[in-house]
């Protein structure tokens, strides 16, 4: 398995930091944590200077994410996996739950992505048990509250997220002592891990084989099937995520051969546009013939309920948004290919004309 940037988020007293710590051991990486510790010792001053303005103590914290998060992204670069205790969807749900109402996209965008994130789960008797036993801190009190304990956790599995900041897997530790819990999290990493670089690395297009010459040759089509395989037990096996766009998702894979017949293997899901560089994006899918001809799409759930001028602009927007990536990420896979290969550009929606093509590159 390759280096992995991996995130671990739960409420106070699920036993994260403990595991965070032992799956950094079980993988030979390394164990971080927002703020970091150096903010970490400084942080009670900082936050006492400001006070009650909760937007100013959010942004303290976005701070933090951003810097360790570009240092974990580092280590990982350099070969070393990284395992973070607490990250972005901490940040933004005990914000959001303290009455942050203020939009940070602006702040999300240039948060770097980790690999996987893990939103952990624990029965709430058990969860109050554990908090009982250490003693309480003020975070834990605030959870206590069933409202404010409801906000942090419908935002931390909230599929509206920015893509790659979303928890690809949510693990319920109920009944698990800290050995079955650690081993609970690996597994569900390693089944990630399978369906996300089935061949033991992530496919980067035009460079998955090199032939004696040197030159560089498209996915060849026993790799294609294989990796068409797993992602399709991956989404048929994935009933957790009930988000509106990872639906979407998983309904294209399943009706793909009636929808992108030309196309028949299902080969990339939340694929980096840039090798090797998440934060610079993720694209949804991207299907293969077997040879030379791919198609990259792009997901979008559109609002169809609401009425009035606001929310047609809306509309109007997400279609114009998704198109722009489907071309603008199938661009990125082209100029990663031979110059024989073919990158199909569409985009997918919830709308009756769902699957639209837009460029062929």
Same mark, same amino acid.
């Given at each position: 398995m390759k280096p992995l940037f991996i995130v671990l988020e739960a409420l106070d007293g699920v036993g994260k930091t403990t595991l965070a710590q032992g799956l950094a051991t079980r993988l030979g990486g390394e164990f971080m944590n927002t703020p970091g510790e150096s903010l970490r010792a400084v942080g009670p001053a900082v936050l006492a200077a400001?006070?009650?303005?909760?937007?100013?103590?959010?942004?303290?914290?976005?701070?933090?994410?951003?810097?360790?998060?570009?240092?974990?992204?580092?280590?990982?670069?350099?070969?070393?996996?990284?395992?973070?205790?607490?990250y972005w969807l901490s940040t933004v749900s005990y914000a959001r739950a303290r009455g942050v109402a203020d939009s940070l996209e602006d702040v999300e965008v240039i948060v770097p992505v980790p690999d996987l994130t893990l939103v952990l789960t624990l029965d709430e008797a058990e969860r109050t048990r554990r908090m009982t036993e250490r003693g309480y801190t003020q975070a834990d009190r605030e959870t206590l509250d069933p409202v404010f304990r409801a906000v942090v956790h419908a935002e931390m599995t909230s599929p509206e997220r920015a893509s790659g900041l979303r928890p690809q897997l949510i693990v319920d530790l109920t009944e698990c002592d800290v050995s079955a819990a650690l081993d609970r999290v690996v597994q569900q990493i390693e089944g990630w891990a399978a369906t996300h670089h089935p061949s033991g690395a992530h496919w980067v297009p035009g460079t998955s084989t090199e032939?004696?010459?040197?030159?560089?040759?498209?996915?060849? +089509?026993?790799?294609?099937?294989?990796?068409? *395989?797993? %992602?399709?037990?991956?989404?048929?096996?994935?009933?957790? #995520? +009930?988000?509106?766009?990872?639906?979407?998702? *998983?309904? %294209?894979?399943?009706?793909?051969?009636?929808?992108?017949? #030309?196309?028949?293997?299902?080969?990339e899901h939340e694929w980096d546009v840039v090798a090797g560089k998440t934060n610079e994006g993720r694209g949804d899918l991207v299907f293969s013939d077997g040879g030379c001809r791919y198609a990259v799409v792009e997901v979008k759930h559109i609002?169809?309920?609401?009425?009035?001028?606001?929310?047609?602009?809306?509309?109007?927007?997400?279609?114009?948004?998704v198109k722009e990536q489907a071309v603008f990420y199938a661009d990125r896979m082209a100029m990663r290919l031979e110059s024989e290969s073919t990158v199909a550009a569409y985009s997918f929606t919830n709308e009756p004309s769902a699957l639209v093509l837009h460029r062929v590159v």
């Open positions: 400001l006070g009650d303005n909760q937007q100013a103590r959010c942004l303290f914290y976005a701070a933090s994410v951003v810097a360790q998060g570009a240092r974990a992204r580092e280590l990982t670069q350099g070969g070393t996996t990284v395992v973070m205790d607490r032939g004696a010459s040197g030159s560089r040759h498209p996915l060849q +089509r026993a790799e294609a099937m294989h990796r068409d *395989r797993v %992602l399709r037990s991956y989404f048929a096996g994935n009933d957790w #995520d +009930r988000g509106d766009e990872f639906l979407l998702i *998983r309904d %294209l894979v399943v009706r793909s051969s009636e929808l992108l017949p #030309d196309y028949p293997y299902v080969i609002d169809l309920q609401s009425s009035g001028d606001t929310a047609k602009t809306k509309r109007t927007k997400s279609r114009k948004k």
